[in-house]
């Protein structure tokens, strides 16, 4: 799990499971593309990758990793929102993706977004945990007062909370309170798709130019340095590799205070507590 840099380090969850700190998302990559891609990204070094059943190419994945020795790889899917009875549907849910990525286990299996009964999806999770099938369960999207709920309630705390995480909406206060709860934060979006000219920010450029680093090393490196768990998204190889190499050089502390400036505390994309968008992903329905 190497770029140019130094190899790529792991975070502990609070079960003892071991995940890579930097890892490969396929969100928006198109099934008919994706065995390509998570195989290219697999040759540059990554060996975390990140999919969910609403991405429609668990298959794809499942194909690219085809070959790769099962104790190298770390790979995360993700539950969509279920119908009642929501204990019953979940693991059928489960079974599916674990059928679709060709494994007998996942690495990490999320909640993918906070609605509808979680409290039946968790205990059936945890259910799926305890046989083995998943070595570590969490949930993604959750906001502080949804996250303690489940922990308040349930044996096993989440071991990873997957949430929009950038320069522009950095989530310190949710983060510290996940430290406190025991449970890891997760980057999604960690470029903000390239919102607010990320990508030609000039706080950005400059701390970039400074170590010879793309602005995109610069945001990794900076969560990295926050223990955010990141999983970047790409389906060029040469910015795979470059993805990977952000482990040979540090920022400083001065720098790390000017990218905290950059925080808005707004999302670059949509609030999970919208009543619309409530209505429009707690009703969405998947098909196989």
Not at 39 to 46: H, S
Not at 110 to 124: C, F, K, N, S, T
Not at 215 to 220: C, E, F, H, S
Request: glycine share 6%.
């Amino acid at each position: 799990m190497t770029g140019k840099g130094t190899a790529v380090h792991n975070v502990t969850l609070n079960n003892g499971v071991e995940m890579p700190i930097l890892g490969f998302g396929v969100y928006q990559v198109p099934p008919e593309e994706t065995e390509k891609v998570v195989t290219d990204a697999l040759a540059a070094g990554f060996r975390s990758i990140d999919t969910a059943a609403a991405y429609g190419n668990e298959e794809a994945v499942g194909r690219a990793i085809r070959g790769i020795p099962r104790d190298e790889l770390f790979i995360t899917t993700k539950l969509w929102v279920q119908d009642n009875p929501a204990e019953e549907n979940t693991r059928r849910a489960f079974d599916t993706s674990l059928r679709k990525l060709g494994l007998d286990h996942v690495d990490l299996y999320l909640i993918h977004q906070p609605y509808r009964d979680v409290h039946g999806q968790w205990r059936a999770m945890q259910d799926i945990h305890r046989q083995g099938l998943a070595r570590a369960i969490g949930v993604s999207n959750f906001h502080p007062d949804r996250l303690v709920d489940l922990i308040e309630h349930y044996d096993i705390v989440p071991a990873v909370n997957q949430i929009e995480t950038h320069p522009f909406y950095q989530r310190t206060a949710d983060q510290d309170l996940m430290r406190d709860r025991g449970v890891q934060i997760e980057s999604w979006g960690p470029f903000a798709e390239g919102k607010n000219d990320l990508f030609t920010h000039p706080v950005l450029s400059e701390i970039g130019d400074a170590h010879d680093k793309s602005v995109a090393q610069v945001v990794l490196r900076w969560l990295i340095q926050r223990d955010v768990v990141v999983i970047p998204k790409s389906v060029r190889a040469d910015r795979m590799a470059e993805n990977l190499d952000v482990f040979d050089f540090a920022l400083t502390d001065d720098q790390m205070a000017r990218i905290a400036a950059l925080d808005t505390g707004a999302s670059q994309f949509f609030d999970h507590r919208d009543p619309g968008m409530t209505v429009q992903l707690g009703n969405h329905r998947l098909t196989d």
